[in-house]
C-alpha cells in the first residue's frame, strides 16, 4: 500500500487546540499536492463524519458546520502535509480523526472518500475532555 498518514492527536482540556497532520511516507510515498484532501472523523458509537476538505490547488477549502469557525485547513508542499488545526476544541470533538482522499483534485462538499476507491490513514484520536 500507499498509506496516508495521521498524526497530532491528544487529550486537552475544552478550549484548547490541536494541529493534526497528515502526510504520506515511507517507502512508497505519493504527493498529496495532486489530490483533494478530506479530514473525517468517527466518535464513538456514531456514523463518519466530513469535517473538512482542500483541494490541490488550495482553491477550495470547506468545513462542517459543526466546526466552521474554529477549524482551518492548509497544506505545506514541501513537507508533503495536510494540517488540521483545531482551536476552541468542545466534548463533542472527540473522535478518531482520519485523512483521505480519493485522487480527484477538487473536493466535493460534505464528501467521503470510499475506501476502496481511495487511500486512508489509520486515523488519530483526539479527545476533548477536562
Known amino acids: 500500500q500507499v498509506p496516508l498518514v495521521e498524526s497530532g492527536g491528544g487529550l486537552v482540556e475544552p478550549g484548547g487546540s490541536l494541529r493534526l497532520s497528515c502526510t504520506s511516507s515511507g517507502a512508497s510515498p505519493f504527493g498529496l499536492q495532486h489530490y483533494a484532501i478530506y479530514w473525517i472523523r468517527q466518535a464513538p458509537g456514531k456514523e463518519r463524519e466530513p469535517v473538512s476538505c482542500?483541494?490541490?490547488?488550495?482553491?477550495?477549502?470547506y468545513f462542517a458546520d459543526s466546526v466552521k469557525g474554529r477549524f482551518t485547513i492548509s497544506r505545506d508542499n514541501a513537507k508533503n502535509t495536510v494540517y488540521l488545526q483545531m482551536y476552541s476544541l468542545k466534548p463533542e470533538d472527540t473522535a478518531v480523526y482520519y485523512c483521505a482522499t480519493d485522487f480527484i483534485p477538487a473536493c466535493a462538499r460534505d464528501h467521503i472518500p470510499g475506501s476502496d476507491s481511495g487511500f486512508w490513514g489509520q486515523g488519530t484520536q483526539v479527545t476533548v475532555s477536562s
Open positions: 482542500i483541494s490541490s490547488n488550495d482553491a477550495y477549502t
